[in-house]
């Protein structure tokens, strides 16, 4: 079945200490997203890419960094430099949506990564 | 700056109302207004969504109502079950390349 795995579900990790958050999808969708979700925040962009090795700061980026080396993967690193790291982070993908009509973008997010620093 | 307003935050509904939840944009280059439904402890997922040339459309129980001069959309939720009960977030994107921006959620909690 096609669809976006995040791994790991569960993370905890020290302060000061970097963390990667794998995202893989097997949509061949073009564009990837990772998004940050804290209650009654909805969800915050945090890095978007909508080619191979390109990619675009969303509203949040200071503290995170991304790569996008393959179609199929954008991993996110959470840095020491991100000063409330602890959250649930959502990664997405999006391709035209065949439901509504042509040229919409619908996103497909994996399951979810929390993220606990202690 | 918030550009997608959603309330209300939390709302319960008995068994068989109808769940309404609101939202309002400001921007309006904005043409494509998706509802993503999220269970606890899942990524959210598309529930239905519209474009600014219609009014509303139905999916099923789910209606989603667009008032493009008062820049507000709203999703219905007609005969709500427990099942329903999930956290539902409006979205809006210029439709094409740039990414959804979300509302805040609206918890729904449908008791019996």
């Known amino acids: 079945d096609g669809g976006i795995t995040q791994s790991p579900k569960y993370l905890f990790r020290k302060e000061g200490q970097n963390v990667t958050l794998s995202c893989e999808q097997n949509l061949n969708h073009d564009a990837m997203y990772w998004y940050r979700q804290d209650p009654g925040q909805g969800l915050r962009l945090i890095y978007y890419?909508?080619?191979?090795?390109?990619?675009q700061k969303g509203d949040i980026a200071e503290g995170y960094s991304v790569s996008r080396e393959k179609k199929e993967s954008f991993p996110l690193t959470v840095t020491s430099a991100q000063k409330n790291p602890t959250a649930f982070y959502l990664c997405?993908?999006?391709?035209?949506?065949?439901?509504?009509?042509?040229?919409?973008?619908?996103?497909?997010f994996g399951a979810g990564s929390r993220l606990t620093v202690l | 700056q918030q550009q997608v307003k959603q309330s209300p935050q939390s709302l319960i509904v008995q068994k068989g109302g109808i769940s309404i939840i609101n939202c309002a944009y400001e921007?309006?280059?904005?043409?494509?207004f998706p509802w993503y439904q999220q269970f606890p402890g899942k990524g959210p997922a598309l529930l239905i969504a519209?474009?600014?040339?219609?009014s509303e459309k139905k999916e099923g129980r789910f209606t989603i109502s667009f008032n493009k001069s008062a820049k507000q959309f709203s999703l219905h939720i007609m005969d709500s079950q427990p099942g329903d009960s999930a956290t539902y977030f409006c979205?809006?994107?210029?439709?094409?390349?740039?990414?959804?921006?979300f509302g805040k959620g609206t918890r729904l909690s449908v008791i019996a």
């Open positions: 519209i474009r600014p040339d219609v």
């Open positions: 890419s909508q080619i191979v090795n390109d990619f």
């Open positions: 997405a993908s999006s391709g035209w949506d065949r439901r509504t009509y042509s040229g919409a973008n619908v996103l497909t």
């Open positions: 921007n309006t280059a904005f043409d494509y």
């Open positions: 979205a809006a994107s210029i439709s094409g390349n740039t990414p959804l921006v």
